[in-house]
């Protein structure tokens, strides 16, 4: 069942100047529910540009999205809001947890913005938490946890509303590679149980452990396909 659509898709900035740049130029996709997907990319390829609008954080200048079936062109800031809240999930490479709060605070924060009871919120933080392995860390504030238990929690965040998809933003890039690799596994073991992954990078290493890569250029997909024959 196809998660996102997407047709055509031009996000330009500067139009009609000669400063005019084609951040995204004529990318048309479809990622099905449940598939892990890798859009890499070098630096200024689009693929940050790409997330933006897949994660609904942006619009295109021209071209269709459809996300779960729905137009996303005809939605208000509101809606979009709320389905960035509800149904995605983020992940970023500097983690982008609240300092002053500790885990358990960190993760219960979008539940607090959807309006969750407290009761709920509890039980729903405290599960987010244990299938990361970070339960018995929820008082701890970002400065006293490991760049991998931060992430960690980072991705309990992303799971704590229940999302059915996750943008994992270069999500092992300020990590040493055995966390970084923890951090991978978790993502896999999110996908095997339904969560849709998309995982941006600019490292063929973390790429390869997609199952689908899209590689992206200036702007375009210039590959789309089974990792086996993505030459990483």
């Known amino acids: 069942m196809k998660l996102i659509e997407l047709y055509d898709v031009y996000k330009i900035y500067n139009e009609g100047y000669e400063n005019e740049v084609r951040a995204l130029d004529g990318v048309s996709l479809t990622i099905d529910r449940g598939e892990f997907v890798a859009i890499i990319g070098a630096s200024g390829s689009g693929k940050s540009t790409l997330m933006n609008i897949l994660g609904c954080l942006d619009v295109p200048t021209y071209g269709d999205y459809y996300l779960d079936g729905e137009y996303v062109g005809d939605l208000t800031d509101r809606q979009l809001s709320r389905i960035r809240n509800r149904e995605i999930g983020f992940v970023f490479q500097g983690f982008n947890l609240i300092s002053a709060l500790n885990a358990y605070e960190n993760v ?12 709920k919120r509890y039980g729903m933080t405290m599960a987010a938490l244990e299938r990361v392995g970070l339960e018995d860390r929820a008082e701890h504030k970002p400065s006293e946890m490991s760049g991998g238990q931060q992430q960690r929690v980072a991705i309990a965040r992303a799971i704590a509303t229940g999302a059915n998809m996750i943008m994992a933003d270069e999500p092992t890039g300020a990590l040493d590679s055995k966390t970084g690799r923890q951090v991978l596994e978790i993502l896999h073991g999110l996908n095997r ?8 990078t600019h490292d063929s290493q973390i790429a390869a452990t997609a199952n689908r890569i899209i590689r992206i250029s200036d702007g375009r997909i210039i590959y789309d396909g089974a990792r086996e024959a993505a030459g990483l």
């Open 108 to 119: 219960e924060l979008p539940l607090i913005y959807l309006g969750v009871g407290a009761s």
């Open 193 to 200: 149980d339904g969560t849709t992954i998309i995982l941006i």
